[in-house]
Each structure stands twice: as structure tokens, then as C-alpha cells.
């Protein structure tokens, strides 16, 4: 079976200091792996997309993630935060002939100034 | 840029009473998705179109829910009667057939049920 697991349900930093925010999946398949980010009443914006080429996927914003297949780890970092990346953010896998995505909880990133 | 639209924005009704979803793809996207989002969840896949057919609608409670794509562009979701803990944020997604580009999102409709 496969399923998506956000180790944190918040996480708290102040800005100019790095995030992370962690993401475990379990997939029989090789996987496609998502962050998605979602302000407060918005729907959902894509930073960036693991597709089985370069494990180090850089996104918009800043943002960028590792896809460690030997951790099943697929872990979302910025280096300095700002006031605005304040917002929910979905790890997600894609799998399957359908390519059906599936939602990790969701981490929420507070940032204090 | 192109945006997956949806109507309407905000959705207040009463229990048994019947609502509606509209969403508009990304034009030329083959495969639309609708996802519900309860308050501090994860989006949940409801029901996956590729062109006019439906592809998955495994978790769609068939016996409230119906979701068309009549002519494998714009889709309705419907719920009929809708109840208190159907309240929750339905998302609409479309990508190409192959997902070369990912998946966007609709700003979703917020349904209330009172």
C-alpha cells in the first residue's frame, strides 16, 4: 500500500533561519514525489515535483527537496524563511497506472519575525 | 498563466438541501480530478476523469455524490442531500494525460452545510 507520512504536524521558525519540513512515503512502485503549498482559504500551488531524475529537486521560492530512496525520504528545505512562507504544506506521491495522488496530513509552517 | 477555475468560491446550505460544484481544466488537460479537504486534512481523492470517463471513483459515496465530465472539458460535482460533515473545501486538479507538467489546482469551493 502506499501512503505519505509528515513528520510534523507544525513547525516554528523565525525568519532568516532554515525550514525543514520532513516527509516519509512507503510505495511498492517508484514513486513521483510532490510538495505542494496552500495559504490560509487558497487552493494549492505546486514548489516542486520528483519525477526519477536528479534526487536534488529545486523549486520556486527558494525551495528545494532530496529524494532519498535507501530513507524513503523525500525531505523539503529552504535555507532562510520569510514572513510569507507562512502556509500549509503537502507532501505527496503519485502513483499507479492512474497516477492517483495521495496527501500526506500536512505540516504547518509558522514563521515568527 | 493558466488557472483551473472553479465556482463558486464559497457555498452555504442547508442539510437534504442539493449543491452544486463547477470546475473549468487547464485547457487541454485530459485528466481532472476533485478532491475533498476537511479542516486540517489532506486533500482526499473523490473522483479522477480521463477525458469523459470516470477512471477511479472508489471513495466517492455514490449514494450522495455524482460527478460528470459530459464533454471531457468542464466538470460538475453534485451532492444531493447534502449533510453536516460533508462541510469542507472541494478542490479541483487537472494535468495532461502524461502529468509531464504536474498537477494545478482551483482555489476550491468552501461548502457549509447548516
Known amino acids: 500500500a502506499q501512503s505519505v507520512t509528515q513528520l510534523d504536524s507544525h513547525v516554528s521558525v523565525s525568519e532568516g533561519t532554515p525550514v525543514l519540513l520532513r516527509c516519509n512515503y512507503s510505495s511498492s512502485y517508484s514513486p513521483s514525489l510532490f510538495w505542494y503549498v496552500q495559504h490560509p482559504n487558497k487552493g494549492l500551488q505546486l514548489l516542486l515535483k520528483y519525477t526519477s531524475a536528479a534526487t536534488l529537486v529545486k523549486g520556486i521560492n527558494g525551495f528545494e527537496a532530496e529524494f532519498k530512496k535507501s530513507e524513503t525520504s523525500f525531505h523539503l528545505t529552504k535555507p532562510s524563511a520569510h514572513m510569507s512562507d507562512a502556509a500549509e504544506y503537502f507532501c505527496v506521491v503519485s502513483w499507479g497506472a492512474g497516477n492517483m495522488l495521495t496527501f500526506g496530513g500536512g505540516t504547518r509552517l509558522m514563521v515568527k519575525p | 498563466e493558466a488557472e483551473v477555475a472553479q465556482s463558486p468560491r464559497y457555498k452555504i446550505t442547508e442539510k437534504s438541501q442539493a449543491v452544486a460544484f463547477w470546475c473549468d481544466p487547464i485547457s487541454g488537460h485530459a485528466t481532472l480530478y476533485w478532491y475533498r479537504q476537511i479542516l486540517g486534512q489532506g486533500p482526499e481523492l473523490l473522483v479522477q476523469?480521463?477525458?469523459?470517463?470516470?477512471?477511479?471513483d472508489s471513495q466517492l459515496p455514490k449514494d450522495r455524490f455524482s460527478a460528470e465530465r459530459l464533454k471531457g472539458v468542464d466538470s460538475t460535482l453534485k451532492i444531493q442531500p447534502a449533510e453536516l460533515g460533508d462541510s469542507a473545501m472541494y478542490l479541483c486538479?487537472?494535468?495532461?494525460?502524461?502529468?509531464?507538467?504536474?498537477?494545478?489546482f482551483g482555489s476550491g469551493t468552501r461548502l457549509t452545510v447548516v
Open positions: 476523469f480521463q477525458d469523459e470517463s470516470v477512471v477511479d
Open positions: 486538479a487537472s494535468s495532461l494525460a502524461d502529468q509531464t507538467t504536474g498537477y494545478t
